[in-house]
């Protein structure tokens, strides 16, 4: 058989390879396992919203949207983004629609980043942000999100000791995943004025801004003196509306920045989602009232007391889809064992760091229907019980 010729991969990839929910993913189908890895929820979006969509297609929105997205939708975000936070954005000039959250990120990043730039990230980051830097032909440098008590926190001085001259670019995400942290007005003032004293544009992702518990308030940066100038803001409906496939996403920010995005954006889909935008346009006004924050909360009261009542240190999140838990162990090891064990999938929160600060952290999602949820801490249990009957 011929050699397969060298690797075939260009060089600033090799190390991403198959990503963890992929790979989770598919343990939790070849184990049978509860699958609390990959965030996604296990039942439908509101049935209003399904069937906008459905109406959508019946209705001839099948061929190419225009390329940044359709007026409607367009309007519908800058009047999101008005009403909620008061920033305002035209939505012919700073509203951009993307192939999910994901193709914001990767437009944005690629949109801005020289080869040899330098970009921070807090750690633990969302996967796709290390691996567009890279696409990107920049380097990351990572300040650490640290648990504090019963939250996170991370150190300012850290961050500033991480701006180098050839910093351009920050990405901040709040609420965060995979921590659940929501960044309080003092952490965004921190983030802000590194940001300013540094001249860095800041593209700040908010897919979670309605999944936050205990209520608590999202705060976008923009929203910050003088950050809206050099933001770009990213959401996505498929959070909002419990429908993650649909893969509708959005950037907001003044037009000089966003048509540098969207220079990039239309050479990655060009267009996505022909009959979705508009069912997210007719349903973005009633965001509030269709995104499921309540029972998520009592989805992740469930899981974190049950995970607590097992003796498991786990830190409750403030926002999002996820909780942690420090196993005490190597999370990976521990990760990889679980499904075969005990059969329950979580994702090893250290593969989002570059540092050894999350070599125990393992993440659970508990965006599941409650007797899932119920399931998977019963075979826990189990896993508690041998323990101790070993002892
Ligand atoms: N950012 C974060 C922090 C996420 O967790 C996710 C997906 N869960 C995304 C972006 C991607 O969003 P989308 O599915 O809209 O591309
Ligand atoms: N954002 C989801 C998570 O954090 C996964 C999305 C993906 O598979 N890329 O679990």
């Known amino acids: 058989m011929a050699e397969l010729p060298g690797p075939v991969l260009v060089e600033r990839m090799r190390s991403f390879g198959t990503t963890i929910f992929a790979e989770m993913s598919a343990l939790a189908t070849t184990t049978n396992s509860v699958n609390l890895g990959q965030g996604f929820p296990d039942t439908d979006g509101p049935p209003e919203v399904l069937d906008a969509a459905a109406a959508a297609i019946r209705s001839g929105h099948n061929q190419y949207p225009p390329g940044p997205g359709i007026p409607p939708l367009r309007q519908a975000i800058s009047a999101h983004q008005l009403r909620r936070y008061g920033l305002e954005y035209d939505a012919d000039t700073d509203v951009l629609v993307t192939a999910g959250a994901t193709e914001a990120i990767a437009a944005a990043l690629l949109a801005l980043v020289e080869p040899g730039d330098e970009v921070v990230l807090f750690e633990p980051y969302y996967d ?21 008590g019963d939250g996170w926190t991370f150190d300012p001085a850290a961050l500033e000791r991480a701006v180098g001259p050839r910093t351009r670019v920050l990405v901040l995400n709040t609420p965060h995943n995979p921590t659940g942290l929501v960044f309080d007005q003092e952490q965004l003032r921190a983030v802000a004025d590194v940001a300013l ?18 209520g608590r308030t ?9 950050m809206k100038e050099r933001t770009i803001t990213i959401g996505s409906a498929g959070k909002t509306f419990s429908v993650t496939g649909w893969k509708v996403g959005w950037a907001c920010a003044p037009a000089h920045l966003l048509s540098a995005v969207r220079t990039v954006k239309q050479f990655l889909t060009y267009v996505n989602g022909a009959p979705f935008q508009p069912a997210v346009a007719e349903v973005l006004g009633a ?32 926002a999002t889809y996820f909780a942690t838990v420090d196993v005490g162990t190597d999370a990976m090891t521990f990760c990889r064992g679980l499904p075969h064990r005990l059969g329950v999938v979580a994702i090893p929160s250290s593969v989002f760091y570059d540092s050894a600060a999350g070599d125990h952290y393992v993440r659970f999602a508990f965006c599941k229907r409650p007797e899932v949820l119920t399931e998977a801490l019963d075979r826990l249990a189990q896993g508690k019980t041998r323990q101790s009957t070993h002892i």
């Open 128 to 148: 796709s942000y290390a691996a567009c830097v890279a696409l990107a032909g920049g380097q990351r440098r990572t300040v650490t999100i640290e648990r504090s």
């Open 218 to 226: 999202h705060v976008p940066i923009a929203t910050l003196p003088q």
């Open 197 to 214: 004293r540094h001249d860095l544009t800041v593209i700040s992702d908010e897919v979670y801004e309605h999944l936050i518990f205990d």
């Open 287 to 318: 965001a509030e009232r269709l995104a499921p924050a309540a029972a998520l909360q009592a989805q992740r009261d469930l899981l974190c007391a049950g995970l607590a009542g097992l003796g498991y240190d786990v830190i409750r999140p403030q």
